[in-house]
């Protein structure tokens, strides 16, 4: 059986920055016959191919896909933080998480829409909050992004690599839409108001556990990462043919 090219996929990135804590929140969305590819996929890839995915696949699927994940941020470093001076500050990856979508379970042939969510935790070893400066966002090119920056005080002066941008300020943040450029990076330049007293008043990203196996940015990495560098079930609907 061969699906045709126009089935859906969708990749969303909704990013919260505090002083200190960079999350960042990608959502992907399968539907109609892209669904039942993926679907297919995990069931012939990790399970047994008997046209059913169990709780046992899915979890499967689940470990490999945020390894994976895991991998290559650590391969490239996808938040980037400049200070004032050009200096590159540190910045370490401490967990990825996911929700994977329940409508997985079933049989392959089902179709229905499938929401998967991950999620990246960042820490930045140098706080923002006195200094002006950038952070860049190393995403997929073309696709929907929302930046919080929930930092009082912070003022955007101007952004690079995101089209349709609109911003959006108040007291205690700061809200960015728009979309990656076709390059994939996104970079937002700021600075403080000097009367301020930088305290962040909004409750804090949740307490993160840092891992064993984190990356701390020293230089960055001129290769680009894509989507399917990330994600190991994105699908090219153009070649997938599945019998």
């Given amino acids: 059986m061969v699906f045709p090219a126009d089935a859906t996929f969708t990749w969303e990135n909704n990013i919260t920055i505090t002083h200190d804590k960079v999350q960042w929140v990608y959502t992907e969305k399968y539907t109609e016959d892209n669904a039942i590819i993926y679907k297919q996929y995990i ?21 490999k896909t945020r390894s994976t994940l895991q991998s290559s941020i650590l391969k490239q470093m996808d938040v980037i933080v ?31 829409m499938i929401k998967n969510i991950y999620t990246a935790n960042y820490h930045m070893e140098n706080p923002l909050g006195s200094d002006t400066g950038s952070i860049s966002l190393i995403g997929e090119g073309s696709t929907p992004l929302i930046i919080n920056m929930y930092i009082r005080g912070i003022s955007v002066d101007s952004t690079v690599g995101i089209d349709n941008v609109s911003v959006t300020s108040s007291e205690e943040m700061v809200k960015i839409y728009g979309n990656f450029d076709y390059t994939g990076k996104a ?6 108001d000097k009367s301020t007293d930088y305290i962040n008043t909004v409750n804090e990203l949740s307490e993160m556990n840092v891992t064993s196996e984190v990356s701390i940015l020293n230089e960055e990495s001129n290769q680009k990462f894509s989507l399917a560098d990330r994600i190991i079930f994105f699908l090219d609907l153009h070649k997938c043919k599945i019998t």
Avoid: C, R, Y
């Fill in 43 to 63: 069931d012939v890839s990790l399970g047994n191919g008997d046209g059913f995915i169990n709780a046992w696949e899915i979890l499967k699927a689940d470990v």
């Fill in 82 to 112: 400049n200070s004032s001076n050009g200096s590159l500050q540190p910045v370490v990856l401490v967990n990825v998480t996911s929700s994977m979508s329940p409508e997985l379970l079933g049989p392959v042939m089902q179709m229905e």
């Fill in 187 to 192: 970079t937002v330049f700021f600075h403080f």
